[in-house]
């Protein structure tokens, strides 16, 4: 059964930092790739990093770069986010995904879009960026 389990949410103050996890199981990690997505109150859901552990390609959108590093243990199948400098603008819930099974993502950056193709998410958790 395939499972991802986000966990290292919590409430920061700006320019504090925090690290997500996402636990997967269920699939091989190093062969499909990871995003991060997240979506605030009264937004559509968006992409913020993916990452394909198999060759190391990672991808951030505009609002990451800089900020936000995904890595990949796949000894420990986790995927973690590290968030420095947060803003209160990257208050949402975040979550992870895989295109497990299909694998059909493209993490790139030549890619038309690196957040279609997603088939399974994690339930989410919750980053509030406030004083």
């Known amino acids: 059964q395939v499972q991802l389990v986000e966990s290292g949410g919590g409430l920061v103050q700006p320019g504090g930092s925090l690290r997500l996890s996402c636990a997967v199981s269920?699939?091989?990690?190093?062969?499909?790739?990871i995003g991060w997505f997240r979506q605030a109150p009264g937004k559509e859901r968006e992409g913020v990093s993916c990452i394909s552990s198999n060759d190391g390609n990672t991808y951030y959108t505009t609002s990451a770069k800089g900020r936000f590093t995904i890595s990949s243990d796949t000894a420990k199948n986790t995927v973690y986010l590290q968030m420095n400098s947060l803003k209160p603008e990257d208050t949402a819930v975040y979550y992870c995904?895989?295109?497990?099974?299909?694998?059909?993502?493209?993490?790139?950056?030549?890619?038309?879009?690196?957040?279609?193709?997603?088939?399974?998410w994690g339930q989410g958790t919750q980053v509030t960026v406030s004083s």
């Open positions: 995904a895989t295109d497990y099974p299909g694998g059909l993502a493209t993490c790139s950056s030549r890619s038309y879009s690196p957040w279609l193709h997603y088939d399974n």
């Open positions: 269920g699939f091989i990690l190093d062969t499909y790739v």
